[in-house]
């Protein structure tokens, strides 16, 4: 976001005249539209409300915008009385159309990171720059040429990837597949978005877990889904529950994240897999699995997902690079029968003629590379060096305030606020105090509860940032 240059010899609020001048000339905001105001605006810059106060007066002066009490500042719309014509009512486009926005916390932590990025960031659920593979990227990176035409690949994903994968799949997660039932996606979220558009239809039931980081996703309330929650506990979703939602609902679906769930950290139990697999085969019903931690399990083999004893074709199996690797990358998968492959990479190809071929070629080449294990295995150990400084932190800072389970594996501490507190008041002092997190109300669950993620924020920012997590919590506590 555009800040005053205060080595400049113009004044700062001549300078914000200028910037929102050049902003509603190329139809940022049109006329009409509602602009910040003076307090927001002030806040944003980092500058005295008197100093915007100036800059909307100049605005004002040459006809710019217009000022009325109660409706707030707004673009003018008959600028220096040209004649007046009809500009498109974008703040009705805006909120318009079937594709929902996200939910207002999550667009809250967003603006609140980009207008300050020195926020400690427990909220991101994304790898730190040190933990990426970023030496092994560029080194692979510095021996790529690309000699043949770059054009639209395969709609199904570049084929060295999905025969590199069918390999991986084999020695990491015991999944037997071929190239051909699988489907290269962007991430695991287009691949929930391409299975909530193409495979279900408005008015179905799903099943998904309760916290859940579905519940957080907008795209199922878009596809016009009905959601219905299965229980989390320390050992997962009980099948039973499935069951009673059949025969109430008629779900259609089961969206799981049974490997160190998300936000929870649970590991679904080994004997409920087995009945979850019995019973979904019984009921015809088919299982879509996330599994983006699994090999992020920090003191044991991890545990297998439920493809890999899936016999009978129930499951989609959803993987990708962004949380054992790099976010940026933007590949992942999705191993389905070969019908629902096809009919996805139609679908995909409508939407962008397939993946860009350079970073699967990259991602390829990283999996059959001699860096990939050593890199696994510096991620597990960073990672959980990271979960004790954060445990460590809290039980040293919060005492009793607070209540978890030691995750073993993934990026997430999941949390129970004592007493229970109002999530927004929280999430709002604690950006005023410079520490961001995610209340547990995003994913479904009753508000008392924060999702700690410890990926992102820095080594020596953990304990720093709890202390001030810890100060807004007893602020909103009184």
Not at 181 to 191: A, F, M, P
Not at 241 to 259: C, G, Q, S, T
Not at 316 to 328: E, H, N, R, T, W
Request: aromatic share 10%; proline share 7%; net charge positive.
């Amino acid at each position: 976001m555009w800040t005053p240059d205060r080595s400049n010899g113009q004044p700062i609020y001549q300078q914000i005249a200028d910037d929102l001048e050049r902003r509603i000339s190329y139809g940022e905001f049109p006329p009409g539209s509602l602009l910040p105001s003076e307090r927001k605006l002030a806040e944003q810059l980092g500058v005295n409300r008197s100093t915007v106060i100036l800059a909307y007066a100049e605005l004002r002066s040459l006809g710019i915008i217009e000022s009325r009490s109660g409706s707030g500042t707004r673009v003018s719309k008959y600028k220096w009385g040209a004649t007046p014509k009809h500009t498109p009512n974008w703040s009705r486009y805006a909120v318009g159309g079937s594709f929902l926005p996200n939910v207002p916390f999550l667009r809250r932590i967003r603006e609140a990171l980009g207008h300050n990025p020195s926020l400690i960031d427990f909220a991101s659920g994304e790898l730190e720059g040190d933990l990426s593979p970023v030496e092994e990227i560029n080194s692979l990176l510095s021996g790529n040429h690309f000699n043949s035409y770059l054009g639209y690949d395969n709609p199904h994903g570049y084929t060295p990837l999905r025969q590199s994968l069918v390999s991986y799949l084999h020695k990491y997660r015991q999944i037997q597949t071929t190239e051909s039932s699988i489907l290269v996606t962007s991430g695991s979220q287009q691949s929930l978005y391409l299975i909530t558009q193409c495979l279900l239809s408005p008015g179905d039931a799903v099943a998904i877990e309760d916290p859940s980081y579905c519940y957080s996703l907008p795209m199922f309330q878009s596809a016009g889904l009905r959601l219905f929650r299965l229980p989390v506990d320390s050992k997962g979703i009980k099948p039973e529950d499935i069951r009673a939602l059949y025969k109430k609902h008629r779900i259609k679906m089961v969206f799981l994240n049974p490997n160190f769930q998300n936000p929870t950290g649970a590991v679904l139990d080994p004997e409920r897999r087995a009945r979850l697999l019995d019973l979904v085969s019984e009921l015809g019903l088919p299982i879509v699995e996330d599994d983006p931690f699994s090999l992020t399990a920090y003191e044991e083999t991890p545990p297998p997902p439920i493809k890999s004893i899936d016999t009978l074709g129930s499951v989609l199996y959803i993987g990708s690079f962004s949380k054992m690797a790099a976010s940026g990358l933007r590949v992942g998968w999705l191993v389905a029968p070969h019908s629902v492959v096809e009919r996805l990479a139609d679908a995909r190809q409508q939407m962008d003629f397939g993946l860009s071929v350079v970073p699967q070629k990259l991602a390829s080449q990283f999996l059959n590379s001699d860096y990939f294990a050593p890199h696994l295995e510096r991620l597990r150990l960073r990672l959980l060096y990271k979960r004790d400084l954060l445990i460590e932190a809290i039980r040293a800072e919060l005492g009793d305030l607070v209540k978890f389970t030691v995750p073993q594996g993934g990026l997430h501490l999941w949390c129970k606020v004592k007493p229970e507190v109002n999530d927004g008041k929280l999430l709002e002092e604690a950006i005023r105090r410079g520490v961001i997190f995610v209340p547990g109300s995003v994913y479904g669950s009753d508000s008392g509860y924060v999702r700690f993620t410890y990926a992102r924020a820095g080594e020596q920012q953990i304990r720093p940032g709890i202390m001030k997590f810890a100060a807004a919590l007893r602020a909103v506590l009184g």
